[in-house]
């Protein structure tokens, strides 16, 4: 259990880190893309996208100040769980509508590989979606926000 547990806290703190560190440059992109978080695009004289690390930190406070630990986990891993599935079922998708495409990167062990990835995250988002309803109604909540934008912002670039 000892072992279990500082090989959960080492994972924690590297993906944390990996978040802190990813995190607002992704919100600056999305700025830069998206005239209505066109704040989120500003940076520092020194390159930091400073908007953007304070919104993420924000957000990190709220989840923590309304939740669990818990509760911020379930949340945050059925969300990263639904976006790694859903980008790994791309996969499938491309190489259907675009059979021709160049594929410069292989995935290894296609389609065997990918499907049981899917799989099992299939069957972990349900087990979340069970005992963890209003996690996961968050989680979907916030990719439904995330499809929405997206769908937003692509109508106002035909329009433009």
């Known amino acids: 259990a000892?072992?279990?547990?500082l090989m959960i806290c080492l994972l924690l703190v590297s993906t944390i880190s990996a978040m802190v560190m990813a995190g607002p440059r992704v919100l600056q992109?999305?700025?830069?893309?998206?005239p209505g978080l066109r704040l989120l695009a500003a940076r520092t004289r020194g390159g930091a996208p400073l908007p953007a690390i304070l919104l993420q930190?924000?957000?990190?406070i709220a989840?923590?100040?309304?939740?669990s630990f818990e509760g911020v986990l379930s949340y945050a891993g059925f969300t990263?769980?639904?976006?790694a599935l859903l980008t790994v079922a791309g996969v499938f998708v491309l190489r259907y509508t675009e059979p021709d495409l160049p594929r410069p990167c292989r995935v290894r062990g296609y389609p065997?590989?990918?499907?049981v990835f899917v799989l099992l995250?299939?069957?972990?988002?349900?087990?979340?979606?069970q005992s963890r309803p209003f996690a996961?109604?968050?989680g979907l909540l916030t990719i439904l926000a995330g499809v929405l934008l997206a769908l937003l912002h692509g109508r106002r670039a035909k329009q433009a």
């Open 29 to 34: 992109v999305a700025g830069e893309d998206l």
């Open 57 to 60: 930190q924000l957000l990190a």
């Open 80 to 83: 990263l769980n639904l976006i």
């Open 136 to 138: 996961a109604g968050a």
């Open 112 to 115: 065997f590989t990918p499907a």
């Open 63 to 67: 989840f923590v100040v309304t939740g």
């Open 121 to 129: 995250n299939v069957v972990i988002l349900v087990y979340v979606l």
């Open 2 to 5: 000892l072992l279990a547990s």
